[in-house]
């Protein structure tokens, strides 16, 4: 075991799985060198070309409808595509490749074509670089049938769940944080894959369930602790894929402590919070002291001022305080 970073987790995983199954082959712009010289705009393709050459890692035209296309016809007929698409912003020029093409073929075909397809975005809040390069749209790919979504907050459940994605044989939105990106944990050397589906108690506590989402997940653990001292005993809940929802985790949580704030830094309108929260409504009303907290962005476009932007990511505070009004009540 050793400590890496999130995009050194990432890159692990792509070196191994591409190592393991030669139909593995990565798609994108600047994914061979980039402005770095290594390899992919955030490094997490970082020197993938000089291992497996051009053939299987590949720079494309600034079109992501083109290569997302691509990579869904290559995916059909027996390979298994990685696609960074950079900001997740940019994966609106593609949504009909992926909602009306990807998401579909299988079932639209009666199973006889497969998609194995992973696509690769971050999540870009907190760099200060405007409303068209800062969107969470995780809630957007939750809502289309066919499509499977992963979130990992961890270097270790990013590693672990971008192999298992690679493996599957649906196409897989796979959403990584910038704001996660240059943090370190703790990464087995040996062989491992996270499963999809399967969420993880990040801490146990009595007093109330936090469901914290990616970005979310560092904060809800740094409010736990301060929520301490208020002697109110937390428990956090990360559910690393969003599709398929681990919705026997969230429930077994909530009739544990009777109380739920769901926080995530998307925007609160018909956001990941709602659908979890109206979830555990329809499953554990009776369970519930207290009616569930949605912990989200506000319903605005991220400003590009850095000290505005900063505004509109919820922090550790927030949750704090929706938890408190919990016990207020």
């Given amino acids: 075991m050793r400590e890496i970073t999130y995009v050194e987790a990432l890159n692990e995983a792509l070196r191994e799985e591409m190592r393991r199954d030669e139909r593995v082959i990565i798609l994108g712009e600047d994914v061979q060198l980039g402005y770095s010289g290594r390899g992919g705009l955030f490094l997490v393709t970082a020197e993938l070309m000089k291992e497996f050459g051009p053939e299987r890692v590949r720079d494309t035209p600034i079109s992501e409808d083109g290569f997302v296309g691509a990579a869904i016809g290559a995916a059909a007929t027996g390979l298994k595509p990685v696609v960074e698409v950079m900001y997740a912003d940019f994966l609106l020029c593609c949504m009909n490749q992926i909602v009306n093409v990807a998401a579909k073929l299988r079932y639209s075909t009666g199973g006889q ?93 009595t007093d109330v369930t936090i469901v914290a989402v990616s970005t979310m997940v560092p904060r809800a653990l740094s409010a736990a602790e301060k ?79 850095p000290t505005l932007e900063q505004i509109t990511i919820p922090n550790e505070n927030d949750i704090i305080k929706a938890v408190r009004e919990l016990f207020e009540r």
């Fill in 113 to 205: 074509l497969k998609v194995p397809l992973v696509i690769r975005a971050m999540i870009g809040q907190g760099r200060g670089v405007g409303s068209d390069h800062s969107q969470v749209p995780l809630a957007w790919f939750m809502n289309v049938p066919g499509l499977k979504v992963v979130a990992p907050a961890t270097p270790y459940d990013a590693k672990g769940l971008l192999k298992s994605s690679i493996r599957e044989e649906c196409p897989i939105m796979f959403f990584e944080s910038f704001l996660l990106y240059r943090t370190k944990g703790f990464v087995p050397t040996e062989e491992y894959t996270v499963p999809l589906g399967k969420a993880d108690v990040k801490k146990e506590g």
């Fill in 227 to 305: 929520l301490k001292e208020l002697n109110i005993n937390a428990e956090v809940v990360d559910p690393r894929t969003l599709v398929p929802l681990d919705k026997e985790t969230i429930i077994k949580s909530v009739m544990k402590t009777n109380r739920l704030v769901v926080a995530e830094s998307g925007v609160k309108t018909c956001g990941v919070g709602a659908e979890i929260a109206s979830m555990v409504m329809e499953e554990a009303f009776d369970y519930l002291d207290a009616p569930i907290k949605r912990v989200a962005a506000p319903h605005i476009p991220a400003p590009a001022a």
